[in-house]
């Protein structure tokens, strides 16, 4: 799964796919050739100005980075965008701070629009029920929500995979509601893309990529 990533044929020559067959490209900043999942993309806009392009559909030759934030941070103290496009370049003053509050909004728009689609339920009581019945699909808990309340829903589907990025504020405007501690997303596409949404900003806050795996379907 590649959250919606696309590569393009311009992008640097990096070898075109790793063993499972998937598209690689090469971090400028450390030279580690690396499944496109696992890095961000840049493009240089119109007015010379460095854009992350974390959708991978902006047009323009890639500059890809590893999907951390010290490497961004180096990329930008390091002249390394203007190396890579070759040309002199304005990189934003925050953009690793910009990029994590993108990812943040890609969280809650993914949320959102599971929401919309009939496929969310939330509330502590609604999501035990979801849970005690299905089983499946992928548990939301608030990052600042209770652990004992966090425990108790765990225990209900021990292995269910897990979202846990978002406080509860953030859940709250995603799902509609003032704040939102507990929630669960039935399985499929939506669900997918939260998992790999939050992986690559715990990726991105921590320094090293987190599992992307997808919400039991069993």
């Known amino acids: 799964m590649t959250g919606g990533l696309q590569t393009h044929a311009e992008d640097d020559m990096a070898p075109a796919s790793d063993e499972d067959g998937g598209p690689v490209r090469r971090c400028v900043v450390t030279g580690d050739k690396k499944p496109v999942p696992e890095l961000l993309r840049f493009v240089v806009g119109p007015d010379d100005c460095i854009v992350p392009d974390l959708g991978g559909d902006l047009p323009g030759r890639g500059i890809w980075l590893s999907a951390r934030r010290d490497v961004v941070n180096t990329a930008c103290e390091k002249n ?13 003053p925050r953009l690793a701070d910009d990029i994590e509050a993108q990812m943040v909004r890609r969280c809650m728009d993914a949320l959102g629009l599971a929401r919309r689609a009939g496929k969310v339920v939330a509330g502590f009581e609604k999501t035990c ?3 005690r019945t299905a089983r499946r699909g ?3 808990a608030a990052r600042d929500g209770s652990e004992d309340g966090k425990s108790k829903l765990r225990a209900l589907a021990p292995g269910l995979a897990q979202f846990t990025v978002l406080d509860a504020a953030e ?3 995603a799902l509609g509601r003032d704040h939102v501690v507990h929630a669960a997303v039935a399985p499929g596409g939506l669900a997918d893309r939260l998992v790999f949404e939050q992986s690559r900003l715990l ?3 921590e320094g090293a990529p987190a599992g992307m795996t997808s919400p039991s379907q069993e």
Not at 80 to 92: D, G
């Open 80 to 92: 390394h965008f203007a190396k890579a496009a070759k040309r002199k370049v304005t990189v934003p």
């Open 129 to 131: 029920a979801w849970l």
């Open 203 to 205: 990726g991105f806050r």
């Open 138 to 140: 992928l548990l939301v």
């Open 171 to 173: 859940l709250g405007r």
